[in-house]
């Protein structure tokens, strides 16, 4: 664990408790940082919410902008999850903030959780550095997540809403979708990506109930692959653009999404091409060619990819990806999985099931699932299954047993150890 993760741990409560009163006595007690932000645009839903961000920043600092951003969960490192103005905070800067924080609630604010400790700090960072934009995160929800302090928004934007994390947002899509359409503000144009009917229909009554104008993917705006490129439609203009860098059918809808608030940022197209060809997100179908790992399938002639998709949702979206490499040039695929206890491994083996992949179950730090229990669940879905005790090991026998294409996805905490081996995978 990263020194900057260890010291908010110990001094945090770790539980996720969604309420917005201790974040509002938090930022109260430093002065309301998040109202002193830079122009916001504040960034909810299940799937993609991360890769659109990093969509609208690489646009954005195209267009000569100086950008900050706050997403969760970092992979390796916490400092991943401050950017200020192009470039991650560091350790001294964080804990002098840190230092802050912990002087509020030593005086008497009431005791903030890792997550809202962190957003405040961010919001603190944020505040004092000077930036033309500030794109921020949900963490998780949207009504009573810690970002949702923020009252005055130049742009929400709502990626694809699905079912995750259950236990905290309920098993209904259309209540999952109003958690989410909790930061639409009055005044502030919202940003919607395509959603199936229910949940489109929670945003929408919930932005007539606070005045929120809407653009929609789908009906003002869409976009699509096409001629080995992308290409934009709204109601004014037509955009021929690059493919994004992005690995991944999904990621022509994300985006889309992040050229509609581009264009409503008012940045130019030739902004707007040079950050889909600069795009950079780790662990979203990202090709890893260096560390241990990756040098091993360099080795032995295959291809690996890192995705941290988890939910089944995610799990589609990486079969449709896996699908259009394979239609492309067709190789032995494997599967390196491993997951949360609490997630819905079911359903993510249901959207791969018709892969042909063979799987191997690892597990990693933390709450993980048993790798023999999510065997038996990819079994269940019709995929041969392997437990392994580590991803070494999986990696090993998937490239004996001749896997060409190889990922290794369930989890970002996965995909962070897999990237904290060597320092060269490591985000920056």
């Not at 659109?52 to 954005?60: D, P, Q, Y």
């Not at 392997?386 to 001749?402: D, H, I, N």
Request: net charge negative; hydrophobic share 50%; charged share 20%.
């Amino acid at each position: 664990m990263d020194p900057i993760s260890e010291r908010l741990r110990q001094r945090h409560p770790q539980r996720i408790d969604l309420s917005l009163e201790r974040m509002r006595v938090l930022c109260a007690g430093l002065g309301d940082p998040q109202d002193r932000l830079p122009p916001v645009v504040h960034v909810a839903g299940t799937n993609g919410k991360g890769s659109t961000v990093a969509f609208i920043r690489a646009i954005a600092e195209a267009a000569g902008l100086r950008v900050h951003t706050y997403t969760s969960p970092h992979l390796v490192r916490f400092n991943e999850r401050i950017r200020l103005a192009g470039r991650l905070i560091d350790d001294e800067a964080l804990n002098a903030i840190l230092d802050r924080i912990e002087g509020v609630i030593d005086l008497g604010g009431s005791e903030a959780t890792v997550f809202e400790s962190a957003t405040a700090a961010a919001f603190v960072a944020m505040s004092e550095t000077p930036a033309d934009l500030a794109i921020v995160e949900v963490g998780l929800g949207g009504v009573l997540d810690a970002t949702n302090v923020i009252e005055r928004p130049l742009l929400s934007v709502i990626a694809p809403v699905d079912l995750d994390h259950a236990e905290f947002l309920g098993d209904s899509l259309h209540g999952v979708a109003v958690e989410k359409a909790g930061i639409l503000k009055a005044g502030a144009r919202g940003l919607i990506a395509r959603q199936s009917e229910t949940a489109m229909a929670a945003i929408e009554a919930a932005a007539r109930a606070v005045r929120a104008p809407l653009t929609v993917m789908g009906v003002d705006f869409d976009a699509w692959a096409d001629r080995g490129g992308l290409s934009f439609q709204d109601q004014e203009r037509f955009l021929d653009l690059p493919a994004p860098a992005l690995a991944g059918p999904h990621q022509i809808d994300n985006a889309g999404l992040a050229i509609a608030v581009a264009l409503e940022l008012d940045l130019p197209e030739s902004a707007i091409a040079e950050g889909l060809r600069s795009v950079r997100w780790p662990a979203r179908m990202q090709r890893l060619t260096g560390g241990p790992f990756g040098e091993a399938a360099q080795a032995a002639d295959a291809e690996l990819w890192l995705d941290g998709g988890h939910n089944p949702h995610a799990g589609a979206a990486l079969a449709l990806a896996l699908a259009e490499r394979q239609a492309k040039a067709s190789r032995p695929l494997a599967l390196i999985v491993g997951m949360l206890a609490n997630k819905d491994a079911g359903g993510f083996f249901a959207a791969l099931s018709q892969s042909g992949a063979a799987v191997f179950t690892v597990p990693f730090d933390g709450a993980a699932a048993e790798p023999e229990a999510l065997a038996a669940v990819a079994r269940g879905h019709g995929l041969g299954a392997t437990p392994c005790a580590s991803v070494q090991e999986a990696l090993t026998r998937a490239l004996r047993l001749g896997a060409g294409r190889v990922t290794i996805c369930g989890s970002l905490y996965l995909a962070g150890e897999v990237l904290a081996a060597a320092r060269e995978t490591w985000p920056d």
